[in-house]
């Protein structure tokens, strides 16, 4: 059985940063994409940044330039830096894999960590 444990998040002022990690245990051969996924109250979950094992990565329009995925082979670790954070990046951030796509979900989740932007 595959699992994620989130760390990082927090309060950050707008134009701050932040770091989000999430460590895969269990069946982690099966890994292949993993990504991040944030939900705003009131909207939908939406895809922020995803990463395959051979670093292929992909981001969209509304955080590409701002956040940077990176993984951990070795260590079964994703992570999320997060630079000039705007208050609309407010969310609920979660980890997932066990999908072979960069724009697909898959069926593992993290438990979730909130990222507040707020002066």
């Known amino acids: 059985q595959l699992q994620l444990v989130q760390s990082g998040g927090g309060l950050v002022q707008p134009g701050g940063s932040l770091t989000l990690s999430c460590a895969a245990s269990g069946d982690t051969f099966s890994i292949n994409v993993m990504g991040w996924y944030r939900q705003a109250p009131g909207k939908q979950r939406e895809l922020v940044a995803s990463?395959?094992?051979?670093?292929?990565?992909y981001y969209p329009y509304s955080v590409k330039g701002r956040f940077t995925i990176s993984r951990d082979n070795a260590e079964d670790t994703v992570y999320l830096q997060m630079n000039s954070l705007k208050p609309e990046d407010t969310a609920v951030y979660y980890c997932n894999t066990g999908s072979l796509s960069l724009l697909i979900r898959g069926d593992v989740w993290g438990q979730g960590t909130q990222v507040t932007v707020s002066s």
């Open positions: 990463i395959t094992r051979g670093g292929e990565t």
